[in-house]
């Protein structure tokens, strides 16, 4: 009644074929149209070209969708009023018939009910700075503790504290993997300075330990973190100013709860005109390609 399932998923499912989860709010509230459309629909291909099937999650006049069609994509991109649905909001968009961007921590929810363990975004919410005073931790973190999916990601950006999310990761028994990196990512940026215990080199070495946390009926979820190509990124220090004047502008205008990130989002966007936009595409590309890969692996190991 309310999760629909696309026949190509459904088959690809039954037949024992990688799956990866792409989310929706990243389409909606993260980038503008047309960019938003032209990208996931290229994330899709790029899925596809590396052998496993894309399933784009949204949620469709209150019956989540697992595997949105083109013009569904297209749709969502341009629609005005979708509603940002984080766990708390999924029953209130269900009940009111409503249209809801997934978030992380929700793609991963809908993504596990359909049974598929990996997971590509771009960049995942976490603790944000000065959560010591305002509380402001994502729910994606929470999923990340709770539902068996694996992400994978290039970190998150500097807008959140990125220690303290990495402290949270830890409590909460969630790894985190560098992808041929030391570093945990920082979305815009190849690295944000701050180690990671685990690296791994290939996609098959990602999948043993995605493998063996599932074995061990360890719940919650994996993050990879995959950084953007240094060719495409922006250093730490070019957008640090853009961060910061963000940040200020979110206080000033009294911005709180879930618009939060979406605004500090846009109005990084706006700030560094097309680059930031630029460097988004490039590592969700990055991201689609190496998620497809390990699916690939992981799938093979289930075999
Ligand atoms: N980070 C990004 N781009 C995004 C998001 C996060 O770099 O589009 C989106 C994701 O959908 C993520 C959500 O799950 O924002 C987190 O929102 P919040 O901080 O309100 O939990
Ligand atoms: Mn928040």
Sequence with gaps: MYIRISKEVQNAIKNNKPVVALESTIISHGMPYPENVKTALRVEEIVKENGAVPATIGIIDGVAVVGMSKEEIEEFGKRKNIVKASRRDIPIIMAKKLWGATTVATTMYFASLAG?????????????????????????????????????????????????????????????????????????????????DVRVNDALEAANIIYAKRKLNLKGGILISNPIPIENEISNDEIDVFINEALKEAAKNNIKGKDVTPFLLKTICDKTGGKSLEANKALIFNNAKVGAMIAVEYKKLQK
Excluded: M, W
Excluded at 119 to 132: D, K, L, P, S, Y
């Design 116 to 196: 598929i363990e990996i997971f590509v975004t771009g960049g995942i919410g976490g603790v944000h700075r000065e959560a010591t005073k305002t509380f402001d931790i994502s729910a994606d973190l929470q999923e990340l503790a709770n539902t068996n999916v694996t992400v994978v990601c290039a970190g998150a950006k500097a807008i959140l504290d990125l220690p303290l999310t990495l402290e949270y990761l830890e409590t909460f028994g969630v790894p985190v993997i560098g992808y041929q990196s030391d570093e945990l990512a920082a979305f815009y940026s190849h690295t944000s300075h701050l180690k990671l």
